[in-house]
């Protein structure tokens, strides 16, 4: 019978090639287990992450998944077998790491999200994270990766990037009203789920100091669904969380599909596209905070100089504080809960070196950071203050003004309630 791992090899090869009816009809019922099969085409059935097999640690008292998992997400069946809940599994990924056997796995988005690409009916666009600059070799440049994208029957690429800058001007502006005493501080940042999470599931008296900003993730596929509301969303990045993050009931109606960068290279090699190959179809949008988030701190520097370039006299200006990794997270708000910190601006990652550290990168973290900086560095703009795209996308988006963001800004906020 064929693994999990190699049934999504051979459905991931036909249906590149689009040739997905044949091979399912040349599967033979027992070669492969249905509940594969039913994870690989169906997976928001599914929790975001698998058990592809019963495990040898499962009767154990204490399974190393069940031990390492913060949100209480892993259990026992009424057969007594560990189970994933999916209503508080976030998405981290550390039980896989944790599983020795090897029985765990994350769930895969990419045969549906490819038939929704094959199936024509709708424009489906591939919503790029901050992190993958040169992720695909230093070769693919993002012109050539947005024209693999087009080869492959995706309508266009978008930078998340530019919703970065959307949501660093409402976080600036939140920090700029908001923050008013030496004593009041703000939490973020919006686009790590993993963080939200923690806050939102264990720190939760801590709630009312997180703007309820949507991640750029969310913020972009709302928009893309405003301007073009048949369409069809999909979000790849180096993040697992960003699969749980996109079913949250807020947001589930934005974000179609989630894939990781992992998955995005298989498809590619699937079918036999080579993004270095391809000619340049490069459109330059982001200034240079959004491009700067997918790295620790990234977030604070981008929301630092827009409060600068906002209220530059201001007189409590933003002191920030980072935490990155789960376990520094967590230190970071016990010493906040216990009064040892006095800073006003606490950023947390859930991954050590921010989102270029993800759990489904490419490349190193080191080499990923530096990459996000010089692409950064390269920006046409500083903030997203003097980004014409900005303030044109907020104009079709209808904002009438930066400031509107704070006074209308459904699309751009969550509802923690949910």
């Given at each position: 019978?064929?693994?999990f791992?190699?049934?999504?090899?051979?459905?991931v090869?036909?249906?590149?090639?689009?040739?997905?009816?044949?091979?399912?009809?040349?599967?033979?019922?027992?070669?492969?287990?249905?509940?594969?099969l039913?994870?690989?085409?169906?997976?928001?059935?599914?929790p975001?992450?698998l058990?592809?097999?019963?495990?040898?640690?499962?009767?154990a008292?204490?399974?190393?998944?069940?031990v390492?998992?913060?949100?209480?997400?892993?259990?026992?069946?009424?057969k007594?077998?560990?189970s994933?809940?999916?209503?508080?599994?976030v998405?981290c990924?550390?039980?896989?790491?944790?599983?020795?056997?090897?029985?765990?796995?994350?769930?895969?988005?990419i045969?549906?999200?490819?038939?929704?690409?094959?199936?024509?009916?709708a424009p489906?666009?591939?919503?790029?994270?901050?992190?993958?600059?040169?992720?695909?070799?230093?070769d693919?440049?993002?012109?050539?990766?947005r024209?693999?994208?087009?080869?492959?029957?995706?309508?266009g690429?978008?930078e998340?990037?530019l919703?970065?800058?959307?949501?660093?001007?409402?976080?600036?502006?939140?920090?700029?009203?908001?923050?008013?005493?030496?004593?009041?501080?703000?939490?973020?940042?919006?686009?790590?789920?993993m963080?939200i999470?923690?806050?939102?599931?264990?720190?939760?008296?801590?709630?009312?100091?997180?703007?309820?900003?949507?991640?750029?993730?969310?913020a972009?596929?709302r928009?893309?669904?405003k301007?073009?509301?048949?369409?069809?969303?999909v979000?790849?990045?180096?993040?697992?969380?960003k699969?749980?993050?996109?079913?949250?009931?807020?947001i589930?109606?934005?974000?179609?599909?989630?894939?990781?960068?992992?998955?995005?290279?298989?498809?590619?090699?699937?079918?036999r596209?080579?993004p270095a190959?391809?000619?340049e179809?490069?459109?330059?949008?982001s200034?240079r905070?959004?491009?700067i988030?997918?790295?620790?701190g990234g977030?604070s520097?981008?929301?630092?100089?827009?409060v600068?370039?906002?209220?530059?006299?201001?007189?409590?200006?933003?002191?920030?504080?980072?935490?990155?990794?789960?376990?520094?997270?967590?230190?970071?708000?016990?010493?906040?809960?216990?009064?040892?910190?006095?800073?006003?601006?606490?950023?947390?990652?859930?991954?050590a070196?921010g989102?270029?550290?993800?759990?489904?990168?490419?490349?190193?973290?080191?080499?990923?950071r530096?990459?996000?900086?010089?692409?950064?560095?390269?920006?046409?703009?500083?903030?997203?203050?003097?980004?014409?795209?900005?303030?044109?996308?907020?104009?079709?988006?209808g904002?009438d003004?930066?400031?509107s963001?704070?006074?209308?800004?459904?699309?751009?906020?969550?509802?923690?309630?949910?």
């Amino acid at each position: 019978m064929v693994t999990f791992r190699e049934l999504y090899d051979r459905l991931v090869t036909a249906s590149a090639q689009n040739q997905m009816e044949g091979e399912l009809d040349a599967l033979k019922a027992d070669e492969f287990d249905p509940h594969h099969l039913n994870c690989l085409l169906n997976p928001k059935a599914h929790p975001v992450v698998l058990r592809t097999d019963a495990c040898d640690c499962g009767m154990a008292e204490d399974p190393p998944c069940a031990v390492r998992c913060l949100f209480d997400a892993i259990f026992r069946d009424e057969k007594g077998a560990v189970s994933i809940d999916p209503t508080r599994c976030v998405g981290c990924g550390d039980c896989i790491d944790a599983c020795a056997c090897q029985k765990l796995t994350e769930s895969k988005d990419i045969l549906p999200a490819l038939a929704a690409v094959h199936s024509a009916k709708a424009p489906v666009y591939a919503m790029i994270a901050p992190a993958f600059i040169n992720q695909f070799t230093s070769d693919v440049t993002p012109g050539k990766l947005r024209a693999a994208f087009k080869r492959l029957g995706f309508t266009g690429m978008v930078e998340v990037a530019l919703f970065a800058d959307i949501l660093t001007l409402k976080e600036a502006l939140e920090f700029d009203k908001n923050i008013v005493t030496e004593k009041d501080y703000q939490l973020t940042s919006c686009c790590c789920p993993m963080w939200i999470a923690m806050i939102k599931k264990v720190y939760h008296e801590l709630m009312p100091h997180v703007p309820a900003s949507v991640s750029p993730m969310a913020a972009c596929g709302r928009a893309i669904k405003k301007l073009h509301p048949d369409a069809v969303t999909v979000f790849i990045g180096p993040c697992l969380a960003k699969k749980a993050e996109a079913r949250e009931k807020d947001i589930a109606s934005a974000v179609d599909f989630v894939l990781t960068f992992h998955e995005i290279r298989d498809v590619f090699d699937a079918a036999r596209i080579d993004p270095a190959k391809m000619p340049e179809d490069d459109r330059d949008h982001s200034s240079r905070t959004g491009r700067i988030y997918a790295t620790t701190g990234g977030v604070s520097e981008a929301v630092q100089a827009t409060v600068k370039r906002l209220n530059p006299h201001r007189p409590i200006a933003v002191r920030a504080i980072q935490a990155d990794g789960v376990p520094a997270c967590r230190a970071m708000l016990s010493d906040l809960q216990a009064g040892n910190i006095t800073a006003n601006f606490l950023e947390g990652m859930g991954c050590a070196g921010g989102c270029v550290g993800g759990p489904k990168v490419l490349i190193s973290k080191e080499e990923g950071r530096k990459n996000v900086y010089e692409y950064g560095d390269g920006a046409a703009y500083l903030t997203p203050v003097e980004n014409p795209y900005v303030t044109e996308l907020l104009k079709r988006l209808g904002f009438d003004s930066i400031e509107s963001l704070l006074e209308h800004s459904d699309m751009f906020t969550r509802d923690f309630s949910l």
